[in-house]
Nanobody, 124 residues
Framework: QLQLVESGGGLVQPGGSLRLSCVVS????????IGWFRQAPGKEREGVSC????????YYAHSVAGRFTISRDNAKNTVHLQMNSLKSEDTAVYYC?????????????????WGQGTQVTVSS
Protein backbone atom coordinates (compact mmCIF):
# COMPACT_ATOMS: atom_id res chain seq x y z
CA GLN A 1 0.00 0.00 0.00
CA LEU A 2 1.23 3.44 -0.89
CA GLN A 3 2.59 5.44 2.01
CA LEU A 4 3.32 9.13 2.29
CA VAL A 5 5.34 10.40 5.23
CA GLU A 6 5.58 14.10 6.03
CA SER A 7 8.29 15.75 8.08
CA GLY A 8 9.66 19.18 8.81
CA GLY A 9 6.85 20.75 10.78
CA GLY A 10 7.39 22.60 14.03
CA LEU A 11 7.12 25.88 15.89
CA VAL A 12 8.47 29.00 14.18
CA GLN A 13 8.18 32.71 14.79
CA PRO A 14 6.34 34.98 12.35
CA GLY A 15 8.59 35.79 9.42
CA GLY A 16 10.50 32.56 9.81
CA SER A 17 10.87 29.61 7.45
CA LEU A 18 10.23 25.89 7.44
CA ARG A 19 10.78 23.20 4.83
CA LEU A 20 8.31 20.35 4.71
CA SER A 21 9.19 17.06 3.04
CA CYS A 22 6.96 14.26 1.79
CA VAL A 23 8.52 10.90 1.06
CA VAL A 24 6.39 8.68 -1.17
CA SER A 25 6.80 4.90 -1.04
CA UNK A 26 6.38 4.58 -4.80
CA UNK A 27 7.75 6.45 -7.79
CA UNK A 28 6.34 9.96 -7.64
CA UNK A 29 6.62 10.24 -11.39
CA UNK A 30 3.93 7.54 -11.70
CA UNK A 31 1.33 9.82 -10.09
CA UNK A 32 -0.53 12.61 -11.80
CA UNK A 33 0.14 15.01 -8.95
CA ILE A 34 1.48 15.39 -5.45
CA GLY A 35 -0.10 18.08 -3.32
CA TRP A 36 0.19 19.82 0.01
CA PHE A 37 -3.01 20.61 1.86
CA ARG A 38 -3.59 22.12 5.27
CA GLN A 39 -6.33 22.23 7.87
CA ALA A 40 -6.51 24.69 10.70
CA PRO A 41 -8.77 24.16 13.74
CA GLY A 42 -12.37 24.92 12.88
CA LYS A 43 -11.61 25.40 9.18
CA GLU A 44 -12.01 23.31 6.07
CA ARG A 45 -9.05 21.63 4.45
CA GLU A 46 -7.53 23.74 1.70
CA GLY A 47 -5.05 23.17 -1.07
CA VAL A 48 -1.75 24.94 -0.44
CA SER A 49 0.45 23.89 -3.33
CA CYS A 50 0.36 21.03 -5.78
CA UNK A 51 2.65 19.87 -8.56
CA UNK A 52 1.84 17.68 -11.54
CA UNK A 53 4.22 15.00 -12.75
CA UNK A 54 5.05 17.05 -15.81
CA UNK A 55 6.14 19.95 -13.57
CA UNK A 56 4.53 22.22 -16.11
CA UNK A 57 1.45 22.51 -13.97
CA UNK A 58 1.87 23.92 -10.48
CA TYR A 59 -0.78 25.35 -8.18
CA TYR A 60 -0.32 27.80 -5.33
CA ALA A 61 -3.10 29.10 -3.15
CA HIS A 62 -3.40 32.86 -3.39
CA SER A 63 -2.59 33.16 0.30
CA VAL A 64 0.85 31.52 -0.10
CA ALA A 65 1.91 32.59 -3.61
CA GLY A 66 5.28 34.31 -3.51
CA ARG A 67 6.09 32.86 -0.08
CA PHE A 68 5.91 29.09 -0.60
CA THR A 69 7.74 27.00 -3.21
CA ILE A 70 7.00 23.40 -4.12
CA SER A 71 9.64 21.16 -5.67
CA ARG A 72 10.21 17.53 -6.58
CA ASP A 73 13.19 15.20 -6.20
CA ASN A 74 12.30 12.22 -8.34
CA ALA A 75 15.47 10.35 -7.41
CA LYS A 76 14.43 10.41 -3.75
CA ASN A 77 10.67 10.14 -4.38
CA THR A 78 10.29 13.28 -2.33
CA VAL A 79 8.31 16.49 -2.67
CA HIS A 80 9.33 19.55 -0.66
CA LEU A 81 7.42 22.63 0.40
CA GLN A 82 9.66 25.56 1.25
CA MET A 83 7.71 28.01 3.37
CA ASN A 84 9.12 31.50 3.88
CA SER A 85 7.78 34.64 5.55
CA LEU A 86 5.45 32.54 7.64
CA LYS A 87 2.42 34.16 9.21
CA SER A 88 0.25 33.16 12.15
CA GLU A 89 -2.53 32.28 9.70
CA ASP A 90 -0.29 29.58 8.22
CA THR A 91 -0.70 27.60 11.44
CA ALA A 92 -2.31 24.26 10.57
CA VAL A 93 -1.72 20.57 10.12
CA TYR A 94 -0.11 20.10 6.72
CA TYR A 95 -0.85 16.97 4.72
CA CYS A 96 0.84 15.49 1.70
CA UNK A 97 -1.33 13.65 -0.82
CA UNK A 98 -0.96 11.78 -4.11
CA UNK A 99 -3.37 11.68 -7.04
CA UNK A 100 -3.52 9.22 -9.90
CA UNK A 101 -6.51 10.69 -11.70
CA UNK A 102 -6.30 13.80 -13.82
CA UNK A 103 -8.17 16.88 -12.62
CA UNK A 104 -7.90 20.21 -10.87
CA UNK A 105 -4.75 20.15 -8.80
CA UNK A 106 -6.28 21.88 -5.80
CA UNK A 107 -9.34 19.63 -5.61
CA UNK A 108 -8.73 17.36 -2.62
CA UNK A 109 -11.28 14.87 -4.00
CA UNK A 110 -8.71 14.05 -6.67
CA UNK A 111 -6.26 12.68 -4.12
CA UNK A 112 -6.55 9.06 -3.06
CA UNK A 113 -3.53 8.71 -0.80
CA TRP A 114 -2.79 10.86 2.24
CA GLY A 115 -0.08 11.15 4.81
CA GLN A 116 -0.60 11.48 8.56
CA GLY A 117 0.14 15.19 8.60
CA THR A 118 2.69 17.41 10.28
CA GLN A 119 1.89 20.32 12.58
CA VAL A 120 3.09 23.80 11.66
CA THR A 121 2.69 26.46 14.32
CA VAL A 122 3.61 30.08 13.67
CA SER A 123 3.70 32.04 16.90
CA SER A 124 5.86 34.46 18.82
Amino acid sequence: QLQLVESGGGLVQPGGSLRLSCVVSGFISSYYAIGWFRQAPGKEREGVSCIASSDANIYYAHSVAGRFTISRDNAKNTVHLQMNSLKSEDTAVYYCAAAQRIGALNDDRLYDYWGQGTQVTVSS
